[in-house]
Every structure is written in structure tokens, then in C-alpha cells.
T-cell receptor
């Protein structure tokens, strides 16, 4: 099982749609989780951090299910500007530091 | 302010050249990172510095040499690179209060490197 697996996508949705991304992780000791968004040829930017069962920020909701080792990101009322690659990221302790382990990313295109 | 800056934005170099990538942050973060990202792939960790000491080297070839002159600066020295080393090189920093799982990394805009 890969350390972090995401929906492969791509997702193409109309403006205003609700879209959900799923992510599973293999290390049951993982304690923190992040969603980053990355625009084409730009750096990853932090979208949300998830430490407990979930987090909500405006149109974005992240949920964590530790028993199933599953994280999700829900985007409501999609905007054109939400078009990006969404990276599911798990913080794993690597012996001396926490290290980020990235999923392969899910490409979202929001269409007018 | 969560700004990490990187220079240069773009770099083209030959296989015999020596060049350096620079990264700077003024957020008081004590951990800094180098990542390599190829097109359509996620970032891959290369090096981690904690309190100006190299703490993780992910078996990176010696043609990549990191340096942390002080807590705000991180360099990546490049020598005798190969065309397959062409990629986006990302720097990141985090607060790092010891073993804190809430430690969050913030990325710089990256240097797009092309090796001819």
C-alpha cells in the first residue's frame, strides 16, 4: 500500500458544483495531515491543516477518519479560481524530524 | 507573514557549471527544507536542516550540496549536474518546536532549473 494515495482525477466540474477528494494513508501513527493546493508551475500553498476529526474554512471542509486512515476535502460552490492540483499530505515522523509525505495530487478544473 | 523567497526564479546551466540556489525566510523558523519537483509529480524531499544543522539527507547525490549559513538562509550548491536533474527546486521552512506534529511547512516560489 502506498504511503499516501489520492483519487487520480482529473476532476472537471462546473462553477457552483460541490466536489470531494479522497485520500488514504498507510502509517497509522501519522498525527497531522494537510491539504495543499498547487497552481500550474507554482509552489504548493497550504489550504488546510487537520489534526483532529476535521476542519472547516469557508467553502472548504476537511475530514479525518483515523480508524479508516482516510482524509477528505470537500469544496462547496466551486469557483473558477479553485482550478488547481490538490495535494494530500501526511506528516510522518522520520527518526529526527517530521517529514511531509505527498500524495500524487488530484487535478481540478472548474469550468464556466 | 509566511513568505519564503528564492533566487533565481529560473536557471539554465551546463553540465560542467557550478551554480547555487538561494532561499531566505524571516519568520524565525528553525527548520528549512529543499525539495525537488518534476513535472506532474509531487515534491520529493532532498534535505532538512534543523537549527542550522543538517538532520535529513534523503540519499541525494553529492552533486547537490546544501548549506545553511544562518537560521534565515539556505543554499543549494550545484555542480556537474545531469539533464535529468532539470526540475523545480522548492525551499520550505517551518517553525519546528522540537517534535511538534503540528509543524507546518511553507514553500517558496521555487527555482526552475534546466540542465543542458
Amino acid at each position: 500500500r502506498k504511503e499516501v494515495e489520492q483519487d487520480p482525477g482529473p476532476f472537471n466540474v462546473p462553477e457552483g458544483a460541490t466536489v470531494a477528494f479522497n485520500c488514504t494513508y498507510s502509517n497509522s501513527a501519522s498525527q497531522s495531515f494537510f491539504w495543499y493546493r498547487q497552481d500550474c508551475r507554482k509552489e504548493p500553498k497550504l489550504l488546510m491543516s487537520v489534526y483532529s476529526s476535521g476542519n472547516e474554512d469557508g467553502r472548504f471542509t476537511a475530514q479525518l477518519n483515523r480508524a479508516s486512515q482516510y482524509i477528505s476535502l470537500l469544496i462547496r460552490d466551486s469557483k473558477l479560481s479553485d482550478s488547481a492540483t490538490y495535494l494530500c499530505v501526511v506528516n510522518v515522523f522520520g527518526g529526527s524530524n517530521y517529514k511531509l509525505t505527498f500524495g500524487k495530487g488530484t487535478l481540478l478544473t472548474v469550468n464556466p | 507573514d509566511t513568505e519564503v523567497t528564492q533566487t533565481p526564479k529560473h536557471l539554465v546551466m551546463g553540465m560542467t557549471n557550478k551554480k547555487s540556489l538561494k532561499c531566505e525566510q524571516h519568520m524565525g523558523h528553525r527548520a528549512m527544507y529543499w525539495y525537488k519537483q518534476k513535472a506532474k509529480k509531487p515534491p520529493e524531499l532532498m534535505f532538512v536542516y534543523s537549527y542550522e544543522k543538517l538532520s535529513i539527507n534523503e540519499s541525494v547525490p553529492s552533486r547537490f550540496s546544501p548549506e545553511c549559513p544562518n537560521s534565515s538562509l539556505l543554499n543549494l550548491h550545484l555542480h556537474a549536474l545531469q539533464p535529468e536533474d532539470s526540475a523545480l527546486y522548492l525551499c520550505a521552512s517551518s517553525h519546528y518546536e522540537g517534535l511538534d506534529f503540528t509543524d507546518t511547512q511553507y514553500f517558496g516560489p521555487g527555482t526552475r532549473l534546466t540542465v543542458l
